[in-house]
């Protein structure tokens, strides 16, 4: 209630009213005693108070600030007496009794009753307006730590006093891998920030158990403090446990705790073997590296397949159709698969435009802005009534090779389609000529057109070829021959000497004109083919199924017509690369496999032209690498590197890193954390589950908001900890946070502070000036004493009213005695 004093500003006039009762008694008596004393309260100087004299002082005692604030508390009283109400906040609001201004906080105020670990400012100012406050005083650092943070604006105006930030040592976050194997040596990293230089105690432990201490001298700012642990060795290797790796921050000047203390998680689980399929080089490297290797064919590749990483050094046509998939779906639901360069890697090895390619992170088609020579192909195709047969027909998966191998082919190119059965249908479906845009589309048409007839009878073809071929004049010259069938030349009808096939084809040879061959089934002329390709310096290949035709035909054509094998002495340069620390010129490579750079590949050493010599990826959910060299004949200096096994090392252990079913990500936001959780399992979203995640004692109910994504909220009251997620009572995914206690991160408060008061129409003051403070319009008072002598003035009308209009009581005694 407010005192006497506050309402008056002569307040000792108001003792002339206990003079009222001596007036003499009489006829109108209580009028004029009423009169005398509504003037008595007019030269009072009756006054209401201002508003601006209900001032609400509110002072910061979280831990950011300590007792910074009391001094400026006690000031703050003494300067507005009366009118002033003292609060002391943080995460809550408490009024202070005026015999408890300006004591310690932790003597005064409870530290329950304000939660000193958080700061709401918000809350302090609602407190304050609710109890009728009219202008406040902010005593703080302007560190708020809810989610909202500082307010921008209050409805009365605030005055604030910037405190300075208790100095702070934290312990920023503490890092380790995801995951190791049992045994495993592990580096966690302690970051570090101090705001004055220290000495440093950091006290590592591993499950509860304390290690040696780190003990440091270190200036101001921020520091990287490493220490090792190792994970037990007698892990169950069928299942996952978790190792919980912990550390404590310890400085030699007093300064708040509540952020000296990080702790993560590190999932400990043994890994499979890595399946090596015809790199023996390769294998010894690892071995060499401690990882589990396992050495087989391409047999291995049968379902179930899931090893921990693959590498690979074979040919396209070593693996069938289905285990050309089954390679490619291992690594989109989440494996990891390296291969490795040699006489059938990459585009040697047939694998343009297999399903497992599409993975990689290189490429076979080599398609440079570089000059490259003129080709002149010839593909000579049987179209014999057996190549009919099937569904679709044999035919018809020749001409789709066909028709690949044009849309392969640069514009400067030559290629010719020579159509064969009988000798007198043999024809150009179409002749040697460019392969513009306008000349692919009336190959295409032309192609397509083909239609099966008669025997098979190859000698007139070839010789047609051969002769074109020669009077190209291109730098490279090819013919490609496809048949099904045994070849009748030099029989029956076709009777004459039998040709030699590969004398033939050696003779076309000399004369830098290549042959190779396609046999189609077990029917085909197997002796013939092959010598065709034996003696013309090309390839042989087999296709028993003829869904590998169209593959065949452009990986032939590619083979052919570009130079794929680099086997000049290279030096390599390193990339920078979080897989390899080396950045420069590398130890020469003799030759490697040319391919190009995929749009998701990145590379970690190239050769000539940029051409990548070791690449990595992502592809679906899983990883792949490439390294073009050959480690068992071509790798040079290079593959003796002392430094080498280190990196391929780290490739395949990278490689063997298998996405969670569940993966949790979270991400401080002041006061809270933001969690999500995608749930995939073997490339499929895992929805409808009642997820829930649990971080520094609090838990929240996941939502869904997509296809296998699931999302939440957590509050941070502290300083780092471990994410748990649970699907009911099984632990599905953890996650080590490192979030700065947002009370004791740091900041510019002072500018927040500023701005609060600038759009509030509050000033900033100094803790200098708080002892001479008024708040602006304090000295001026509402003034009511017009009211009273207004109200004595009208008493005084009012007596001479009834003085003139009243009867007196004496002329109405007589009148009643007459």
Do not use: C
Not at 112 to 127: F, H, N, W
Not at 230 to 255: C, K, N
Not at 361 to 386: F, G, I
Not at 529 to 555: I, K, M, S
């Amino acid at each position: 209630m407010d005192d006497v004093g506050s309402w008056f500003a002569l307040p000792w006039v108001l003792a002339a009213l206990l003079a009222l009762p001596l007036l003499p008694r009489g006829r109108g008596w209580p009028w004029r005693a009423a009169v005398l004393a509504a003037l008595v309260v007019a030269l009072a100087q009756p006054q209401r108070p201002a508003i601006e004299d209900r001032v609400a002082v509110l002072v910061d005692v979280s831990d950011s600030v300590g007792d910074a604030g009391i001094g400026a508390e006690a000031t703050l009283a003494r300067a507005l007496g009366a009118d002033a109400t003292v609060y002391r906040f943080a995460g809550d609001v408490a009024r202070v009794d005026a015999g408890s201004v300006g004591a310690a906080a932790g003597t005064t105020t409870p530290a329950a009753a304000v939660d000193p670990g958080r700061t709401d400012v918000a809350r302090a100012l609602a407190v304050a307006l609710a109890d009728g406050a009219r202008r406040v005083v902010l005593v703080s650092d302007g560190i708020d730590s809810t989610s909202a943070g500082m307010p921008s604006s209050a409805a009365v105006p605030v005055d604030v006093v910037v405190l300075p930030t208790t100095a702070n040592a934290r312990l920023e976050a503490l890092t380790a891998p995801d995951r190791v194997t049992p045994g495993a040596s592990i580096e966690a990293v302690a970051l570090v920030d101090l705001d004055r230089g220290a000495r440093v105690v950091l006290r590592p432990e591993l499950n509860g158990v304390a290690l040696d201490p780190v003990e440091l001298d270190l200036e101001a700012g921020r520091h990287a403090i490493p220490f090792r642990v190792a994970a037990p060795t007698d892990a169950d290797p069928r299942a996952e446990s978790a190792l919980r790796i912990g550390a404590t921050l310890e400085v030699d000047f007093a300064q708040p705790t509540g952020d000296d203390a990080q702790t993560t998680e590190v999932a400990v689980a043994a890994r499979g073997a890595v399946l090596v399929i015809g790199d023996p080089a390769a294998a010894a490297l690892l071995r060499a590296q401690g990882l589990d290797v396992e050495e087989a064919t391409p047999d291995r590749v049968a379902a179930p397949f899931d090893p921990a990483a693959v590498v690979l050094r074979a040919g396209a046509g070593d693996f069938t159709p289905g285990q050309l998939e089954l390679l490619a779906r291992y690594v989109d639901q989440g494996g990891g698969l390296l291969m490795t360069g040699g006489p059938q890697g990459f585009g040697l090895g047939g694998w343009y435009r297999t399903p497992l390619e599409s993975t990689l992170p290189v490429r076979s088609d080599v398609r440079t802005e570089v000059t490259v020579p003129q080709v002149a192909m010839v593909m000579v195709l049987d179209v014999s009534q057996s190549m009919a047969a099937g569904q679709p027909s044999r035919l018809e998966l020749a001409k789709r090779g066909v028709i690949d191998v044009v849309d392969l082919a640069f514009e400067t190119d030559l290629l010719g389609l020579i159509v064969f059965s009988d000798p007198s249908s043999t024809r150009w479906a179409f002749e040697l000529r460019p392969a513009t845009e306008s000349g692919k589309r009336a190959m295409r048409d032309a192609t397509l057109a083909v239609q099966p007839q008669g025997g098979t009878v190859l000698g007139p073809a070839y010789e047609q070829a051969l002769g074109a071929l020669a009077a190209s004049g291109a730098a490279i010259q090819h013919v490609i021959v496809l048949s099904d069938g045994k070849l009748y030349d030099g029989q029956g009808a076709f009777a004459g000497s039998a040709p030699d096939w590969e004398a033939t084809a050696a003779g076309a040879r000399l004369g830098r004109i290549t042959t190779s061959a396609i046999a189609i089934g077990a029917d085909a002329d197997r002796v013939a083919l092959e010598g065709l390709a034996r003696g013309g310096g090309g390839r042989f290949y087999e296709a028993f199924d003829t869904a590998t035709l169209p593959r065949l035909f452009t990986n032939e054509a590619l083979t052919a017509s570009r130079d794929l094998l680099r086997d000049e002495r290279v030096a390599p340069e390193g990339r920078r690369h979080p897989l390899s620390p080396f950045e420069g010129p590398a130890p020469t490579v003799d030759a490697y496999v040319a391919t190009t750079l995929a749009p998701t590949g990145e590379p970690l050493f190239v050769a000539l032209d940029d051409e990548p010599l070791l690449a990595v990826g992502r592809a679906g959910l899983g990883r792949s690498a490439a390294l073009t060299t050959d480690l068992n004949a071509w790798a040079g200096d290079f593959g003796r590197w002392s430094e080498l096994p280190a990196v391929l090392g780290g490739v395949v252990r990278w490689l063997q890193a298998r996405p969670e079913p569940y993966s949790a990500t979270a991400r401080p936001r002041g006061g809270v954390l933001d969690v999500v959780v995608d749930a995939v399992v073997a490339g499929a979203y895992v929805n409808d589950r009642p997820l829930v995640a649990r971080f520094q004692g609090s838990e929240t109910e996941l939502r869904q908001v997509a296809p296998g994504r699931y999302v939440g909220e957590l509050p941070v009251r502290g300083s780092g900890g471990t994410l748990v997620v649970s699907d009911g009572a099984e632990v599905v995914a953890r996650h080590s946070v490192a979030t700065p206690d947002p009370e004791l991160a740091g900041g510019d408060g002072g500018a927040a502070l500023a701005a609060l008061a600038e759009r509030s129409g509050g000033d900033v003051l100094t803790v200098a000036e708080l002892s001479e403070y008024r708040p602006a319009g304090s000295a001026t008072a509402a003034p009511l004493w017009g009211w009273a002598a207004a109200l004595a003035f009208a008493l005084l009308l009012a007596e001479l009213a009834w003085r003139r209009f009243a009867p007196d009581p004496i002329d109405v005694s007589r009148s009643d005695a007459r």
